[in-house]
């Protein structure tokens, strides 16, 4: 699809003759199939393991990557390209000593993540600030300051859960939703051996280590019938300081995390064309026009679409072991009113990159704008205080 046929689908499902855009993308480990990958874990090394139905049987799915983990990584795609000048798009951005600069691309809750809140724009407390206000008070049916300022919050959802406003809150859901699952998933074991090339043996009462020191001693054993030297420090083993062999070992399929083989893995992402219709765009004076709205929401679609064609050139560099290969060349579909009613084509990243500048323009031609570049935020004074002491307290704790 060329990007002034991607422009003109866009319009059209954002003016309701669409449902949605999918792209469903089979994929196998790097390593060929029946290699092994490992998903992530979670509480007490638990994989994501969940039956689902597919094709009409129930199957063992493993997750793979979840919902957040793909906008997140959804988010480091664009991110790389605002940074490489390929994109032209707003991002808020602030430094702090020592760490590496916050954006509201990589901040876990988006516009209204706390590190923004605890910030400083055009010389206010962030949520005091003109626009603060305008974004604080923005919402799915009166959207034009996300536009303007953190499009990317239309796009992946966020939550103005500080705001203590209740049911009133600030709410907007995911228009882009994608995750990986492994299907027929088996689990797998994790060995674990060492070979010393020293040859270190398991001898006992000659290492000493001291708490908070790095390095640990040794001491003369003493002669028979002699009085054991009191340590200084206390006596470790060789495999506690990292010496000697590690008798090798097989974890507990089911409780311990080895891995898993699957038949194949699938990437679903949905466009829902359904919630970006919900958004309205109204101008200063609270005006707004049908083509002013299917303005502002084309520019939300190609900007997912963009997301989702870099994210597949991108790789799926998942894990540690835990990288995956398409099957075939990724395609989408544009599902219309049923799901009978489906159209595939193929997509890159160079059309959808030029069908959202198209969309940023026409929508600019409505006056609706968002504003291109780095949007600079200062730390407020406590916030600074508050993570230098904690970096303070970090490194006493890696000291002890």
């Known amino acids: ?9 866009l319009i059209r499902g954002c003016r ?13 480990p790097a390593g060929g199939p029946g290699d092994k990958v490992f998903p992530p874990t979670y509480a007490g090394g638990a994989y994501a393991f969940e039956d689902r139905i597919i ?84 919402r799915a049916w009166n959207a034009t300051a996300f536009f303007e300022y953190a499009p990317t919050a239309l796009l992946f959802g966020t939550w103005d859960s500080q705001s203590g406003g209740g049911v009133n809150t600030a709410k907007i859901a995911r228009s882009l939703v994608s995750e990986i699952i492994a299907i027929d998933a ?14 270190i043996k398991l001898v006992r009462d000659v290492i000493t280590k001291t708490d908070g020191e790095e390095m640990w001693r040794f001491m003369e054993p ?82 997912g679409v963009l997301a989702v064609t870099l994210h597949q050139e991108d790789g799926y560099q998942l894990r540690s072991r835990c990288q ?18 489906r159209e595939g084509f193929e997509l890159d990243s160079a059309a959808a990159e030029v069908a959202l500048k198209q969309a940023v323009d026409a929508a600019g031609q409505s006056g609706l704008k968002w504003r291109p570049g780095r949007i600079e935020l200062e730390a407020r004074p406590d916030l600074l205080k508050l993570v230098a002491y904690s970096d303070r307290a970090m490194a006493g704790a890696e000291g002890e």
């Open 186 to 199: 088996v689990r797998g074991v994790r060995t674990s051996s060492r070979i010393d090339p020293l040859g």
């Open 1 to 9: 699809m060329t990007a002034d046929e991607l422009i003109q689908t």
């Open 222 to 303: 003493q002669a028979d019938g002699k009085k054991a030297k009191k340590p200084e420090g206390k006596l470790v083993r060789p495999s506690e300081i990292n010496h000697g062999n590690v008798t090798p070992s097989i974890t507990n399929p089911e409780t311990g995390p080895g891995g898993v083989t699957f038949r194949e893995a699938v990437q679903t992402t949905v466009l829902s064309l359904t919630q970006i219709r919900k958004l309205r765009f109204p101008d200063a004076k609270g005006a707004t026009s049908a083509e002013r709205d299917v303005a502002g929401r084309a520019v939300i679609a190609a900007l």
């Open 324 to 341: 995956l290969v398409p099957a075939e060349e990724p395609r989408f579909e544009l599902i219309g009113r049923t799901e009978q009613d």
């Open 16 to 28: 309701g003759e669409l449902t949605a855009i999918r792209s469903i993308t089979k994929l196998q």
């Open 55 to 138: 094709g009409g049987a129930t199957v063992k799915t493993v997750l793979l990557d979840s919902v957040q983990s793909q906008a997140n990584r959804f988010e480091e795609v664009l991110l790389e390209a605002y940074r490489s000048g390929r994109l032209a798009m707003p991002v808020f951005e602030m430094t702090i000593p020592g760490h590496d600069t916050i954006t509201s691309l990589t901040v876990p809750h988006r516009v209204h993540d706390a590190i923004l809140r605890d910030s400083i724009w055009d010389g206010k407390l962030f949520r005091e600030s003109e626009n603060g206000k305008r974004l604080v008070s923005a």
